[in-house]
T-cell receptor
Framework: DGGITQSPKYLFRKEGQNVTLSCEQN?????MYWYRQDPGQGLRLIYY???????QKGDIAEGYSVSREKKESFPLTVTSAQKNPTAFYLC????????????FGSGTRLTVV | AQSVTQPDIHITVSEGASLELRCNYS??????LFWYVQSPGQGLQLLLK??????LVQGIKGFEAEFKRSQSSFNLRKPSVHWSDAAEYFC?????????FGKGTRLHILP
């Protein structure tokens, strides 16, 4: 079955360390997205990519980086510059542009210890 | 500026009662409209979407939503809720390259 796989489901990071969250899709979708979710804040867009080797900053890109070397993969790196990284991270994908709705992964919960 | 407002942060209804979750949006043109549901610790699942045509759209799990252009609203309804409907619900709007999400409404079900 086609879908989006995020790994790991839970991730713990020490302060000052970079960490990379994985997102893989086999839906043949062109566009991929990373969101951060905090209680009461809804979903906030970090980065998105509409095509391989191209991506754009979202509303809260500071302290994060991404790459899109393959259509199927869109990893997110949370760098030490992100001051408050503890959150639930969601990856999504869509056909071409986002207007047809997104398919979401099951999320990664990142905790800084 | 584009925005989505879900005025109710929490809603509590009794099992078997009807449900309406409100959503208002601000957008330059008629956007595409969506409702998603999220169970705790999970990703979001698409309930239904509106692109054009009939303003009353049917979705999965017995949900429906009505687009009202004059009110810039896209409210979600269900005639009779089940305990398994307890979750967080997100309204979203979009048209071009990305979708904007509301902050969500958490639905609680009383037995």
């Amino acid at each position: 079955d086609g879908g989006i796989t995020q790994s790991p489901k839970y991730l713990f990071r020490k302060e000052g360390q970079n960490v990379t969250l994985s997102c893989e899709q086999n839906l043949n979708h062109d566009a991929m997205y990373w969101y951060r979710q905090d209680p009461g804040q809804g979903l906030r867009l970090i980065y998105y990519s509409q095509i391989v080797n191209d991506f754009q900053k979202g509303d809260i890109a500071e302290g994060y980086s991404v790459s899109r070397e393959k259509k199927e993969s869109f990893p997110l790196t949370v760098t030490s510059a992100q001051k408050n990284p503890t959150a639930f991270y969601l990856c999504a994908s869509s056909i071409a542009q986002g207007a047809h709705g997104y398919t979401f992964g099951s999320g990664t919960r990142l905790t800084v210890v | 500026a584009q925005s989505v407002t879900q005025p109710d942060i929490h809603i509590t209804v009794s099992e078997g009662a009807s449900l309406e979750l409100r959503c208002n949006y601000s957008y330059g043109a008629t956007p595409y409209l969506f409702w998603y549901v999220q169970s705790p610790g999970q990703g979001l699942q698409l309930l239904l979407k509106y692109f054009s045509g009939d303003t009353l759209v049917q979705g999965i799990k017995g949900f429906e939503a009505e687009f009202k252009r004059s009110q810039s609203s896209f409210n979600l309804r269900k005639p009779s809720v089940h305990w398994s409907d307890a979750a967080e619900y997100f309204c979203a709007v979009g048209r071009d390259d990305k979708i904007i999400f509301g902050k969500g409404t958490r639905l609680h079900i009383l037995p």
